[in-house]
Nanobody
C-alpha cells in the first residue's frame, strides 16, 4: 500500500546543506500534492514545504523561505527538499507526507541535526 521512505538526513554544520529525498509507492504519485513536515523534541509538528502535483507551485514556512526548496520528479515518484544555509533551529526529524482520501500518510522520518 502507500509507502513513503525518506533519506538524506544526517549531521551538518551551521551554514551547510543537505538534500532530503522521499521515495513514494502504492499510489498514483502524480495525482497528489506532497509535503515535508518536521518535528523537534518538545515542539509541535510544523509544515515546512508543500508542492502541487505538477510541481509548478510551492509554499514554505516563513522560517525556511529562501533557504529550502521543495521539488518533485513524477517520473521517479520522488519528492525532494534541498536545505541550504542550515541553522541549529532546523534540527528535527523530517517527515514526508501525502494526504489521500482525508488520510495522512507519513514516512518513518529522517533525522537532521545542525550543530558545530
Amino acid at each position: 500500500q502507500v509507502q513513503l521512505v525518506e533519506s538524506g538526513g544526517g549531521l551538518v554544520q551551521p551554514g551547510g546543506s543537505l538534500r532530503l529525498s522521499c521515495a513514494a509507492s502504492g499510489f498514483t504519485f502524480s495525482s497528489y500534492a506532497m509535503s515535508w513536515y518536521r518535528q523537534a523534541p518538545g515542539k509541535e509538528r510544523e509544515l515546512v514545504a508543500g508542492i502541487i502535483k505538477f510541481g509548478g507551485r510551492t509554499n514554505y514556512a516563513d522560517s525556511v523561505k529562501g533557504r529550502f526548496t521543495i521539488s518533485r520528479d513524477n517520473a521517479k515518484n520522488t519528492v525532494y527538499l534541498q536545505m541550504n544555509s542550515l541553522k541549529p533551529e532546523d534540527t528535527a526529524v523530517y517527515h514526508c507526507n501525502v494526504r489521500i482520501m482525508a488520510i495522512n500518510y507519513w514516512g518513518q522520518g529522517t533525522q537532521v541535526t545542525v550543530s558545530s
